[in-house]
């Protein structure tokens, strides 16, 4: 399995020294969107990281099934989106069982 990374240029650009091969750098919303549906149609993907803010701005559809995507599961750093998933959260989703209890 991959990680994934979909975001604008100072987002990705860390994730992209690190090593990490599939960097989606994208300029506007509409990018964003064709990005993630990319990704999410991409079988070898295991992760998606992605700005909060950036998941915010999607279409209520496409938001809607980034939060409950298993695999790939969808990692969301940054910015100021209260209702998002923490990453215990989505590891729990993922796995089925909280590993920090």
Same mark, same amino acid.
């Given at each position: 399995?991959e990680?994934?990374?979909?975001?604008?240029?100072?987002?990705v650009?860390?994730?992209r020294?690190?090593?990490?091969?599939?960097v989606?750098?994208?300029?506007?919303?509409?990018? /964003?969107?064709?990005?993630?549906?990319?990704?999410?149609?991409?079988?070898?993907?295991?992760? %998606?990281?992605?700005?909060?803010?950036? /998941?915010?701005?999607?279409?209520? %559809?496409?938001?809607k099934?980034l939060?409950?995507?298993?695999?790939?599961?969808?990692v969301?750093?940054?910015?100021?989106?209260?209702?998002?998933?923490?990453?215990?959260a989505? %590891?729990?989703?993922?796995?089925?069982?909280?590993?920090w209890k």
């Open positions: 399995m990680l994934a990374v979909i975001g604008k240029s100072d987002f650009t860390g994730f020294l690190a090593g990490i091969r599939k989606y750098e994208t300029a506007d919303t509409a990018a /964003i969107e064709s990005a993630v549906k990319s990704v999410l149609e991409d079988k070898s993907v295991g992760i %998606i990281v992605m700005h909060n803010d950036d /998941i915010g701005n999607l279409p209520e %559809i496409l938001r099934d939060n409950e995507s298993v695999q790939p599961t969808v969301a750093l940054g910015g100021s989106g209260a209702g998002s998933m923490s990453l215990r989505k %590891i729990k989703q993922a796995v089925g069982v909280d590993l």
